[in-house]
């Protein structure tokens, strides 16, 4: 971790006064800023919450939002879950595995391909995440048009 | 004169393109030179409509469906601003059938109200769920709300009333109300509807409910997958608390109340009440043994209210309008109403809320317009992933809590999926164990374990491997996660799993042997 990443990790602990019950919280701080939870931040977390790194490696390896490697630039998840599933999911991420080159729970240095379980948009499935974006009634063909306008902005 | 033009700011308009369309028609307006005032309101809930944009005018709401930002040009030149005919044009809102034949209680403000202002929520009935709560005092409050019927609407169906009475009751210098947001089943989004379209809603029950029970922190566990839901929800408490609404000594009623909202992490199990307490307190979301009930012993081990978002929600309005018109609404021990919740593949997917008793056929062909793809309806997934697959002979069970613990169904948190005859339930039972595979908190062996095993038993039957003989070990294992598992996610698991092989035993067969 850089001097200036520690400085910024520091201080998005601090923003939550440093307690560990903010845990989670404060690992979301991180994922957004840095798009994962390095073995740096697992040791600087700990060290600021005084409490054990097995506690923090514990939870960061118990939620699936606390990723522990470099993401691709753009992260895609794509919902598995059953009402999109009805709507052909299987077949979209078929598509986009294809598309993009990457599979599912895989990462190019573009992109992190990864599942994910209901993002409450299933009365228009089927449902994809781009960058913290949801859409929704995702075709093949609008998958492409999506990748395409939000990967260039 | 100002014509108030409503675009929802909700995830799901949006994510059909509704953000670029309010752009789109405010830079038409003011090219044109029409004054326009965007209204940034919830959705309805008709999510096939969506985006669906209405106008205002001489206080009636004409309503254009699926507006795509190509539209909006032709949208002002047919002047919709005075509900001009466009091919778009589905008439007054009030009238759509959808819409006009729901039991609105709950979500009465959902797609009506603005959902970021105090004042339309003032003069729509906001807040005096709370009035009427500090004129009765915490006691009558619980008495009421025991009187009308609610059941949790998270999906144990717990009576709430009898829930907060043990809070209330319990000695302790702090109590908390978890709201739980967590919301996981696949196919719902109320929660997140109401959270998007009335969040002063949800904050005026969870005031309720910390008056009544005497706790003064409430906490919304919101899922991380609901980022539009947040910004909304953060604004909303920032707002009320401005207001005097949150804080000390609220409107002088010397209660003291303060929310803050706090983000899940993509764990299904989270929503267990007693794993999230521990993910609220920083931890593993580890399922807790009970006893103690939360009730008694919660967040950081003081007496806590654990309800759902709509659960809440449901209380202001029965402060406000007696708890005998919610129990005049519903059938037998299903009293009031629930926010159905329409999705997978069904032509009319959204939300739609009814009271309690009417079919599962009446929904998904009088509301839901049969199936997306025209093809007919083979299974429905009812209740979320533990929730039993149902077969077409078995969708004239009235909605209603004992009904469908009767056939051994649940209906949850009301999510309702459909899927035709092209599904493969083989390949749906093994999911339903995979997914219990991947969010197994690990506490029990027949959870954990068993579910992997589950899923290896399924492959095999589908490959053709000694079907019958695997088909009896899937069946021992499910009793086994039933019976020794602690929560109903091991517990449940096996529900859609035996449901699907009961319904579709040809669908567990090798394709050679020729599946329908
Ligand atoms: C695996 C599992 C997941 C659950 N997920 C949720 C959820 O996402 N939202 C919810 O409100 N309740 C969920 N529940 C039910 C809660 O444990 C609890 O019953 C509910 O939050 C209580 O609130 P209510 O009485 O208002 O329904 C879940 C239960 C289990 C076993
Ligand atoms: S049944 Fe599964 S999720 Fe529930 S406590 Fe046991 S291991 Fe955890
Ligand atoms: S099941 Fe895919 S968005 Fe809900």
Redesign the pocket.
Known sequence: MSPQDREIAVAIIRSFDARPEMLIQLLHGFVDKFGFVSNDAVRLIADELNVSRADVHGVVSYYHDFRTEIPGRHVVKICQAEACQAMGSRKLTEHAEQRLGVELHQDSEAISLEPVYCLGNCACAPAVMIDGKTWGRVTSDRFDALIASEMDA | MTVRVYVPRETTAASVGAEAVALEIARVAKRRGDIVRLVRNGSWGASWLEPMVEVEFDDQRIAYGNVDVEDVDSLFDAGFLAGGEHQKRLGPTAEIPYLRNQDRWTFFRCGLAESLSLEDFRSRGGFAGIEAAFAAGSDEVVDRVTESGLR?????G?P?GI?WRTVAKTEASQKYVAC?A????SGTFSDRMLMEGDPFGLIEGMLIAGFAVGASKGYIYLRSEYPMTQRILDKAIAMARDAGWLGNNIRESGFDFEIDVHLGAGS??C???TAMLESLEGKRGIVRSKPPLPAISGLFGAPTV???VV?LASVANILRLGPDRYAGLGVGRSLGTLAFQLSGNVKRGGLVEKAFGLTLRQLIDDFGGGTATGRPVAAVQVGGP?GAYLSEAQLDTPLDYEAFADIGALIG?GGIVVFDDSVDMAEQAQFAMEFCAIESCGKCTPCRIGSQRGSELISKIRSGENGADHEALLLELCDTMEHASL???GGMTPYPVRSALQHFPQHFRPRAEGKT
Request: aromatic share 8%; net charge negative; proline share 0%.
């Open positions: 949790g609407r998270g999906g144990a717990f709430t829930k739980n967590d919301e996981g089943d299904y199990v929503g267990e009440e654990v309800n759902n659960t533990l948190h929560c109903a996610m």
